[in-house]
């Protein structure tokens, strides 16, 4: 009983396949994309399998007085529910902190939060035996606003305090520049949550071994730190947990983090079957992660002749409710928040917080999206105040081999990032 898949990778005219330097072989799996053949991971279907469902919370925030999984179980076709309770192994997961529950415990922290899962024969009997399921809540008063947070107001949403990571770069004495600068200007700028929005939905397929050990086939990015968290999760030897790439829709960074992972092959392993599961588009939105929005204050000093004096930045991530990848994302943002200029004072601060809101993660750029825009809209700003070309204010501020960063990395390298701006001015 195997997975169907029509993905072949095999090279059938090995004398038409170029090779060498230089050479451009076909794609392996051209054909089949081009034709519609191409297994993703929601297409992965196997003999006897059930579907899977996840009972997610309506709820920004609130504690779990109980659950209810009698009506659900009454549904023909169900083959199980399973709560909390049922874990086999670790019952938090995550990337670098494992603070996400695999379900929700005691409480919930943001709308779509998995309170429960279930497996049945017929996706839409999973899809209503989810519904079923009834969770009786004490709601709590949300705090989704990530300065609300900073600042300390209401409950704290994690038990360590609402931020994340601080990241604290400080480079020459900012406070003494300031008098030497002949014009400053000041401005906040935002930037929204954003989804990946990938074509393939989060989906994977669960199949047990027969002897206590699983095989999962899922649209992925890190298998090998999937395989981690996955398998303390079951309570099992890595060994015993192997994770098979299926064809992937697109990720964009928004897979680095666990979607059906760890449900499916919980499922599986209850009842000893197959088991799929895939997220619908209004699953993916709530249930998994987003970029992070921002709120980025920039201050630049600058002289008459547009020469960069200091640069002040404090930067806000809303991290969502649980860690995922905040630390390292606000690292890599403040890392990029005095952009590709030399300055010889820098201070930047750079917050990542909890909120009530979905936990946002990796997607591309990873941070320096958000840093780039804020500190080039404020070089646009100061310009303008100069009455100077933008370009021609970056050329005159841009980093060479040589100088040193805020962060203490010394350019030893290529930076041509002159010659770059005289080549776009010349367009």
């Not at 089949?32 to 996840?54: C, E, N, P, Q």
């Not at 992660?289 to 809303?318: M, W």
């Not at 606000?330 to 750079?350: L, T």
Request: hydrophobic share 40%; aromatic share 6%; charged share 25%.
């Amino acid at each position: 009983m195997g997975v169907r898949s029509q993905l072949d990778t095999k090279v059938r005219d090995r004398a038409a396949h170029a090779r060498g330097v230089g050479a451009s072989p076909p794609r392996p799996d051209a054909p089949l994309k081009v034709l519609g053949r191409f297994a993703y991971a929601s297409d992965l279907h196997i003999d006897g399998m059930l579907w899977g469902a996840t009972v997610r919370s309506p709820h920004p925030r609130a504690r779990i007085l109980g659950v209810d999984i009698g009506q659900a179980l009454a549904i023909r076709g169900v083959a199980t529910v399973l709560t909390a309770e049922d874990v086999p192994g670790h019952r938090f997961y995550g990337i670098k902190v494992a603070d996400q529950p695999v379900l929700a415990t005691h409480e919930v922290r943001y709308v779509g939060e998995p309170v429960a899962i279930v497996a049945a024969d017929h996706p839409e009997t999973a899809r209503r035996a989810a519904e079923a399921v009834t969770v009786e809540y004490e709601v709590q008063a949300p705090l989704t606003d990530p300065e609300s947070s900073l600042s300390g107001d209401g409950d704290p949403i994690d038990p360590g305090g609402n931020v994340a990571r601080h990241v604290r770069i400080r480079h020459g004495d900012v406070a003494a520049a300031r008098s030497r600068a002949e014009i400053v200007i000041e401005a906040e700028y935002r930037s929204g949550v954003q989804d990946p929005a990938f074509l393939g939905p989060e989906a994977g397929l669960a199949v047990p071994d027969g002897s206590g050990g699983i095989d999962l086939y899922v649209a992925a990015q890190w298998i090998h730190d999937d395989r981690r968290q996955v398998a303390a999760a079951l309570g099992l030897d890595p060994s015993r947990v192997r994770l098979t790439l299926s064809g992937v829709g697109g990720a964009f960074g928004g897979r680095e983090d666990l979607s059906v992972h760890i449900h499916a092959c919980m499922l599986a392993l209850r009842m000893g079957r197959p088991v799929k599961m895939s997220y619908n588009r209004e699953e993916s939105f709530v249930g998994h992660v987003h970029r992070h929005p921002s709120r980025i204050r920039v201050e630049l000093g600058a002289r008459r002749d547009g020469t960069l004096v200091y640069s002040k930045v404090r930067l806000l991530l809303d991290g969502g409710a649980y860690t995922s990848t905040s630390q390292i994302v606000i690292a890599n943002a403040s890392y990029f928040a005095a952009g590709a200029y030399a300055v010889d004072h820098v201070e930047i601060d750079g917050y990542a917080v909890y909120t009530n809101n979905p936990p946002r993660g990796a997607m591309r750029g990873f941070g320096a999206v958000q840093a780039c825009y804020a500190i080039e809209s404020a070089m646009d700003r100061l310009a303008g105040e100069l009455d100077v070309d933008a370009v021609e204010l970056r050329i005159r501020n841009a980093i060479q081999v040589g100088d040193l960063l805020p962060t203490g990395q010394v350019i030893d390298g290529s930076a041509p990032t002159r010659e770059l701006l005289e080549h776009l001015r010349r367009l």
